[in-house]
DNA sequence: ACCACTTACTTGACTTAGTCAAGTATATCA
DNA sequence: TGATATACTTGACTAAGTCAAGTAAGTGGT
């Protein structure tokens, strides 16, 4: 018995799913009936055609197989004429395996066989349809992939369309749940972003918004209030993505901007109980200005000013 | 060669996919290895444990077994005492088959096991990448699934926390995708729903909010503009919801609040470009009052009053 | 009421896919 | 240099699944 057990319906929902996925691939593996290779084999093939210098190890350990299988299976393959394999000059007990020509003829037919059997299968589908599937199916990869960390952790990117709304939508709901602040929150997010958005200035103002893998996990807006103050607005960082670093970045980004723009100060307001968002604030040489209580968003809260001589 | 080819990109995700998921279901059958049961039993203990009235062919059909191996797996599992099988009434050829006390014994390590399997899985991440996991399995699994439409095709609910935030997104993006509005329209629907929620009077004002499947799929709002006339904005509909009729059925909801409230005339203003949901108007009774061109959100439009006389 | 056809299993005869244990050659580490 | 680990390989199995043919019961049309 653990400490921390995952709800019921979380587990059954995912023990559904399993039993759901089983079944879809036991239908695609049915197209493979006909063919002249196993599943297992196919797979195989598979492996050999897009990656070089595999050894028999490497296969065993990315399919789950059993080395034995896997050695007979390789052989009847080389026997066939399908793969070669070549000493590996490091190591003798190992041979790096590749397929020949013929084996590539021989595996052609699957690949389209198992291409078609899912193009068929999204046709199905309308293409935005195609598009959540295709990223649900991601995100369950990257969840249940072993942390395999994303080549580029996050990237900063300008403001797209689509971007706004998500930025309200979401931090409505992360306040909502952290701090159990009511929809007057949101509402205040959307009109400072509308009014963001219709009275730009690309000149003096500007935003930011930090990806990673396709979703947008972190904003700050900078905008003018006058010649010589500069005000961050807004920043967040989904809790998904914390820890990396993306929350001093914008700000250092801010910073940045508004002294290459000539800017004097810039100056933030926030609420004490953020206090991670404090810390970046502090760390960027943010000094307190004043704070005072105020009642809003169905909190009593304490508002804060900070401000960075710049 | 089909006319409407689903994206490459999008064939490899899927297969991508597969192969992952395959592997994942593989190391997750190597917890049965040590048990009495095949993945195979297991799944069908699994069906017989949660379903009542189950016959051989149901079996084969949704596990997609062969006719011949189920009949002698059952009849093992029989000699064994863990299932019974009971003649059907209406036919003869058929019987219903369930589990004896001593089957349901014999399940359940095998269904702890898989729950404990999956509950440590889970366990790895922090609670809301499970729920993101386990929304994302969803998609997947309603997406493939063969259309088993939910019970009930849609509700409507009152705003919550997020909903504002969505709708900003979702409309800001569906009216660039198919229209090529710029991000001036996503922050104008950010301003009206901003000032919307802000000086929102529950009284003569009021939103519905269409979900299905725990997705807003839909909104609308009325706002009051005089004691007389209130105004119908932002109807919307994801593509993936139409033809259910919950445009319709949304513009009801504010025809019959708008009438219970005593106002006169329910008016609302839309572009003529926005043809499906003219139709819903049209259908409704609105009356086209006037219309003129204007720039906006990067293109040229033609913007139309609509009045209801109630 | 009857015949052709379908459905719901069952049985027999197989193959294949996969497992497990033991063995060999090479590499690594102390 | 010897003990241990790794990268296969081989032998000996068995479970798992397939395919075809058969039987009994239902269905539909005339």
Same mark, same amino acid.
């Given at each position: 018995?653990?400490?921390?057990? @995952? ?8 023990? /559904? *799913? ?12 049915? /197209?493979?009936?006909?063919? #002249? *290779? ?52 490091? +190591? ?13 003829? #021989?595996?052609?037919?699957?690949? !389209? ?12 589908? @309308? ?10 199916? !991601?995100? =369950?990869?990257?969840?249940? /992939? ?30 909502? !749940?952290?701090? %159990? ?18 009275? *730009? ?8 918004? #930090? ?6 996990? /972190?904003? =700050? *807006? =900078? ?5 010589? =103050? ?16 993306? %929350? ?11 002294? #290459? ?38 909190? +009593?809260?304490?508002? !804060? ?6």
């Amino acid at each position: 018995m653990t400490i921390h057990q @995952p709800g019921k319906e979380r587990i059954d929902a995912v023990r /559904g *799913f399993n039993r759901f996925y089983t079944r879809q691939i036991g239908l695609l593996d049915e /197209g493979l009936l006909k063919s #002249a *290779f196993s599943l297992t084999e196919a797979r195989v093939l598979y492996e050999l055609a897009h990656r070089d210098g595999l050894t028999a190890t490497d296969l065993v350990r990315d399919l789950g197989l059993d080395p034995g299988y896997l050695s007979r299976l390789l052989k009847k393959f080389e026997e066939r004429g399908l793969v070669e394999r070549a000493a590996t000059e490091a +190591d003798a007990r190992r041979s790096s395996i590749a397929l020949t020509p013929a084996g590539r003829v #021989a595996f052609a037919p699957l690949n !389209q066989g198992s291409h078609d059997q899912v193009a068929a299968l999204l046709d199905r589908l @309308p293409a935005p349809e195609q598009d959540r599937l295709v990223k649900a199916m !991601q995100t =369950v990869q990257s969840l249940l /992939g072993d942390g395999a960390e994303p080549k580029i952790p996050y990237m900063l990117r300008p403001l797209q369309v689509g971007d706004i709304g998500w930025v309200i939508h979401r931090q409505g709901l992360l306040y909502a !749940q952290e701090y %159990g602040w009511d929809e007057t929150y949101e509402a205040l997010v959307a009109e400072i972003l509308g009014a963001f958005v219709k009275s *730009f200035d690309p000149k003096w103002e500007r935003s930011w918004f #930090a990806e990673r893998e396709g979703e947008v996990v /972190g904003s =700050v *807006f =900078v905008v003018r209030q006058s010649d010589a =103050v500069a005000k961050l607005r807004l920043l967040y960082v989904e809790p998904s993505a914390r820890g990396l670093g993306i %929350g001093r970045r914008l700000v250092e980004e801010c910073i940045v901007f508004a002294r #290459a723009k000539g800017y004097k100060r810039l100056t933030l307001w926030t609420n004490d109980v953020l206090t991670s968002a404090r810390r970046i604030y502090e760390a960027a040489g943010f000094k307190l200005a004043d704070e005072e209580r105020h009642h809003a968003f169905g909190k +009593d809260l304490v508002g !804060q000013n900070w401000n960075l001589e710049l």
